[in-house]
Structures are given as structure tokens and as C-alpha cells.
């Protein structure tokens, strides 16, 4: 175990390296010279020198890689463009905010999508196994930010229960779990929770109709088991590759809730990078992305240990 | 040999190819959802196509007067949008930019991606590790993160937009194809034609292509779907497509803001990307039962 661990852990560090590396290449990709992108139109002389300090944007591309990401490692991402502060703290106030978006909408995913796909495998080609099927079609096909939309007109426009767009009281930055609170979360978390829903659902229903078709199955049967109890071993089976997506869909939906984020307004990273696009204020745009891509590799790997240590036969892989 | 063999099409297809491809049709012909579905998706095709003489009013030319008119308004059947515009038409005219920027983008990398995936499963060894470590790097990224980072930076645009939804595409494509590829490679007719003395572009030509090409494409197929979503997303932000082109995303994103005044005008283009979307989806489906592959 303590093998398999380091060893992907060896495995995933190359990857980090990786993906600083796209995220360094950002800033170069886009049109013009890199300075002119970063600094506003009006910038003056001095901010100009300053900033072509700080990038180094005089010095070949490796020795600038090293420059940045060594600044990176120390928690130093630059500073915005629009607002004139530190991208990481401005970063890490909206990651918070998203976590709450993304953790909710991926309970009620895994709830509703567990539920669903293990009923439609336990009793295959019966009408709820065709639901639960339609609903998971629907569920990848909807686009989301659409979705938002309908949900926001429903439930808002036309009836008025809950808020359309916000965060609630306090802004971006006083996140409780108050009513108050609460109201502003249930759209977008249910709009986000489509997604994981529909993938889970598909692969619990794949995954239940697989183990019952198992020969430890006929034997459980043979030996007198009632459904209750096999149940329990199927779930049993199941819970690894299920939870293993359940960590991923929560990282999916970490890194692609701009979208939804910006039909609610939600404070979240989706929100900052909107506004970081909008402005073009690529060290916002930058160290966001960084941040949520080392957050999707680092959950990545935790989930690859976790369902190694759940199923031990995987670390033979 | 046609009309005796018919019945025993499943018997005839291990070694006929042409027995096989009318095993499929006939497959999929049979599977009611997948042929409403390419219907739908046809349709959609085919009002791109001919959006000049479908659509009844000009997708350009609006009156304020005209604005935001509700969605059965004399002679504006589905409304007019913020700028007066007939909404019918738009949506017909939408077709052609939302159908191009979601589905030109899952062909190019279906091209690239395919021949680094073969490429790496046929060459095996650390050619395969270099390149299959390298598109590990892009996998870090969740698609839609990477597709806004890369838009993102590069700015808005309709090419920049393509381009970077096809880097987004490429990997997963490329890892399909891999697989695939490297479980082609251990049969042993290609050990034959190895041994007899055939070149590898030879070989992956003859032997390889036809094997691989079929699970490639199909699962190309069900990226179109994801690629259409996202295409729209893209605009939906103000990437990708800008004023006054028609495109769905870009028709959502400004109408959002008469939200309040005509909801069900506003939440129109986005029943559009949805037929399109699960359209595709379950053509993908029906197609990947039809020719019998697992995923």
C-alpha cells in the first residue's frame, strides 16, 4: 500500500510539472507582446519596468518558467491587473465559495444518481431502469448553463422562491449556513448536480448489473441469501469504482463551474475567471487555473489511493 | 449472394466486411430511439444548410419597435429578440455556427488524435510513454477548465475558439486510440505481417486502420455532444462567436438579460443546443450498439 502511494505520488509530480507548464504557456499564447496583455493600456513607465522585473519577460522562457513557478511554490501568483491585489488570496476567498457550491451539488448528484442507478441495475429492463436510463442521457446531453437558466425562471421569475443570482448576505465573503444562505445555494447546487447525477446513475447501473451476473452471486443465492442481504454485498462491490467517481465528478465540477457560476453570480473561482476573461487580466485568469488544475490532479490522486486502500486488488495494476 | 445470406448475416460477418457493415444498418435501423435521434440530428443538418431558404425573415435586420416581442407575435412566430430580430429565423441561422463550432472541432482532433493514439500504440515501448505521458498532462485539466483557459488567453474568436476546443478533444481521442490500437497489435496476424517482411506504415495501413477506426470513430461520435455544449458555453461567456453572428450560446448570453421581461423568449436557443446535444448523444449510442463495441 505504502508502495503503491509513493509510486503515484512519483507518478504525479511530473504531471504538476506539467500543467504549470500550460499555465505558464497562457500568458505567451495569447496575442501581442506578453507585457502589453498585462498591463493596462494607461500603465506608466515605472509599472512597466516593475512588472518586467517581476515576469523577467527579458529572459529566455525556461529561466522565466523557473522564476514563476518558484514564485508559485511560495504562494506568490502575481497580482491582478483590475483590482491591484495578490491573485492567491483573491483566489483562495473564491475557491472556498466554490467547494460549497461543488461539495453540495455533488452529494445531491451522488444521492439522487446512486439511488437511481442502483434500482435500475437491481431490476434491469424494468420502466424504472429505462427512467433512470433517459434521465442519464438527459442528464449529460442538458447543457447546464441552460439549465440554470430555466431553473432560475421557474423557481424565480415565476415563483419567486428562491434568489436568482448571489450569494446571499455578507457578499462574496461570509459564507453560513443559514437560511439566509441556503437560499442563495439551491439553484445553482441542483443545476450542478445534473451532471454528476447522470454520470453516477450510468455507472452504478453499469457496475450493479455487472456484479449480480457474478458468480459469488448464483452462490450467495444458492446458499439461501434473500435479496436483503445480497444487496449488501453488491453495495459492498460497488462502493470503490462508485465513490472513485464521485471524487472525480467533484473535481470536474470544481474546475467547469464557470459556467453555472456566472448564470447565478456566484463568488466563486468560475466567477473570478469570467471577470479575469472579461478584463483580460491574464494573471487572474492564470492563477486560478493553476490552482483549480493542482486541485483536480491533487484530488485525483487522493482518489486513487483511497480506492486502492478500498480494493486492494487494484494496487496489482 | 445477396438475398439468401440475409438471415444469416451474424454467421457471414466474422469474414465478410461487407456482411458486417449491413449487420450494423440493419442493427441500427431496428433501434427506434437512434434512428429518431439521427433524424433529429439530419434535421438540424439540413436546416443549416438550406437556413437562406427556410428561414422567413432576414436573421440581421430588426426594428425596435419589434423588441422582445413574445413568442407568438404576429408574424413572429417564436418572438423577436433584444434587437427585434425574428427569433425563428435566428434560431434556423444558428444552426450553421453552433453545428460548425461544435462538431468541426471533434473531426480535427479525430484526425490528430487518431494518428498520435495509433501512432503510440503501434510503436509501443517509450515512444508510447513519452507520448502518452505528455497527453496526461492535458487530462489533468477538466475539459471545460482547459477549453476557457485556452480561449481564455488566446481571446474571443471564432477560430480561437475552435482551436481551443480541438486541444481539447485530442487527448481522450488519442487515448482511445491508444488502447485500442495496442490491442490490435497483439494479434497475431500482425505478427505474420511482420514477419513477412511488411513495413509498419504498411501494416498499420492494412492490418491496423480497419480494425481501429470503427471504436475511434464512434467514440468520436460521442464527443460531439460534449463539444456542441461546450461551443455554446464558449460564447455563452462572450468567447468563441461574437455580435451579430447567429449562434445559440451567443443568442443565450445576450437575451439573459431580458430575463425578467419575455423568460421563455430568453431560455429559447437553449432547447436548441439540447435537441442537438442528446440528439448526437443517442445517435453515438445507438451506433456504438449497432456495430457492437465495448466501452
Known amino acids: ?317 | 449472394m445477396a438475398v439468401a445470406q440475409t438471415d444469416f448475416d451474424t454467421l457471414a460477418t466474422a469474414d465478410k466486411p461487407q456482411g458486417y457493415w449491413r449487420g450494423v444498418g440493419r442493427r441500427f435501423l431496428r433501434d427506434k430511439v437512434a434512428v429518431a435521434a439521427a433524424c433529429v440530428a439530419g434535421g438540424m443538418i439540413l436546416m443549416a444548410v438550406f437556413a437562406p431558404w427556410v428561414a422567413p425573415q432576414d436573421p440581421f435586420q430588426g426594428t425596435m419597435i419589434r423588441r422582445l416581442s413574445p413568442i407568438g407575435s404576429e408574424g413572429y412566430p417564436l418572438g423577436a429578440d433584444e434587437l427585434g430580430r425574428d427569433m425563428l429565423s435566428r434560431l434556423i441561422y444558428g444552426a450553421r455556427l453552433s453545428l460548425f463550432m461544435g462538431v468541426t472541432p471533434v473531426l480535427i482532433a479525430f484526425l490528430i488524435g487518431s494518428a498520435i493514439g495509433i501512432a503510440a500504440g503501434y510503436a509501443g515501448g517509450w515512444v508510447n510513454s513519452i507520448i502518452m505521458r505528455v497527453l496526461d498532462v492535458f487530462y489533468a485539466f477538466p475539459s471545460v477548465l482547459l477549453a476557457i483557459a485556452i480561449s481564455g488567453a488566446l481571446g474571443a474568436g471564432i477560430l480561437n475558439g475552435l482551436l481551443s476546443l480541438t486541444v481539447v478533444f485530442i487527448p481522450p481521442i488519442a487515448r482511445v486510440a491508444e488502447s485500442v490500437t495496442t490491442s490490435v497489435r497483439k494479434l497475431e496476424y500482425i505478427e505474420a505481417a511482420v514477419a513477412s517482411g511488411a513495413s509498419a506504415f504498411t501494416i498499420v495501413r492494412v492490418h491496423v486502420l480497419g480494425n481501429v477506426l470503427g471504436p475511434i470513430f464512434v467514440y468520436a461520435t460521442s464527443l460531439i455532444s460534449v463539444s456542441m455544449i461546450l461551443a455554446a458555453g464558449l460564447s455563452f461567456l462572450g468567447l468563441g462567436v461574437s455580435p451579430p453572428n447567429p449562434e445559440w450560446g451567443l443568442m443565450l448570453n445576450t437575451l439573459r438579460n431580458a430575463i425578467y421581461v419575455q423568460p421563455w423568449l430568453a431560455a429559447l436557443p437553449g432547447v436548441m443546443i439540447f435537441l442537438t446535444s442528446i440528439s448526437f448523444n443517442m445517435l453515438s449510442d445507438g451506433l456504438r450498439s449497432a456495430m457492437d463495441i465495448k466501452q
Open chain 1, 1 to 317: 500500500m505504502l508502495i503503491f502511494t509513493l509510486r503515484r505520488i512519483a507518478y504525479t509530480i511530473p504531471i504538476m510539472l506539467g500543467v504549470s507548464l500550460v499555465c505558464f504557456a497562457l500568458v505567451h499564447i495569447s496575442p501581442g507582446d506578453p507585457l502589453v496583455s498585462i498591463l493596462p493600456p494607461d500603465a506608466s513607465v515605472d509599472l512597466q519596468q516593475q512588472l518586467m522585473a517581476i515576469y523577467g519577460f527579458d529572459r529566455s522562457y525556461p529561466e522565466q518558467f523557473i522564476r514563476w513557478l518558484s514564485r508559485a511554490l511560495q504562494g506568490d501568483l502575481g497580482n491582478s491587473i483590475a483590482t491591484g491585489r495578490p491573485v492567491t488570496s483573491e483566489v483562495m476567498n473564491a475557491v472556498g465559495n466554490t467547494l460549497i457550491l461543488a461539495v453540495t451539488a455533488t452529494i445531491i448528484g451522488f444521492t439522487f444518481g446512486g439511488l437511481f442507478g442502483f434500482v435500475a441495475g437491481f431490476f434491469r429492463d424494468s420502466w424504472i431502469d429505462k427512467l433512470a436510463s433517459t434521465l442519464a442521457v438527459v442528464g449529460v446531453s442538458v447543457p447546464h448553463y441552460w439549465l440554470g437558466m430555466v431553473l432560475v425562471i421557474v423557481f424565480s421569475v415565476e415563483l419567486g422562491w428562491f434568489p436568482a443570482t448571489g450569494a446571499g448576505p455578507g457578499g462574496s465573503s461570509q459564507w453560513s449556513w443559514d437560511w439566509d444562505h441556503l437560499r442563495h445555494l439551491v439553484l445553482p447546487a441542483v443545476t450542478m448536480s445534473v451532471i454528476p447525477m447522470g454520470i453516477v446513475a450510468r455507472t452504478v447501473r453499469a457496475l450493479v448489473a455487472d456484479i449480480l451476473q457474478q458468480e459469488f452471486v448464483t452462490g450467495l443465492r444458492a446458499k439461501g441469501l434473500l435479496d436483503r442481504g445480497v444487496l449488501a454485498h453488491v453495495i459492498k462491490n460497488a462502493a470503490p469504482t462508485a465513490l472513485a467517481v464521485m471524487g472525480l465528478q467533484l473535481g470536474y465540477l470544481l474546475g467547469g463551474s464557470i459556467l453555472i457560476e456566472t448564470v447565478f453570480s456566484w463568488p466563486g473561482t468560475g466567477f473570478l475567471l469570467g471577470q479575469a476573461i472579461f478584463q483580460r487580466d491574464l494573471p487572474l485568469l492564470q492563477g486560478t487555473i493553476l490552482v483549480l488544475a493542482m486541485f483536480f490532479v491533487i484530488l485525483n490522486l487522493v482518489v486513487d489511493v483511497v480506492q486502492s486502500a478500498l480494493d486492494p486488488r487494484l494496487q496489482r495494476g
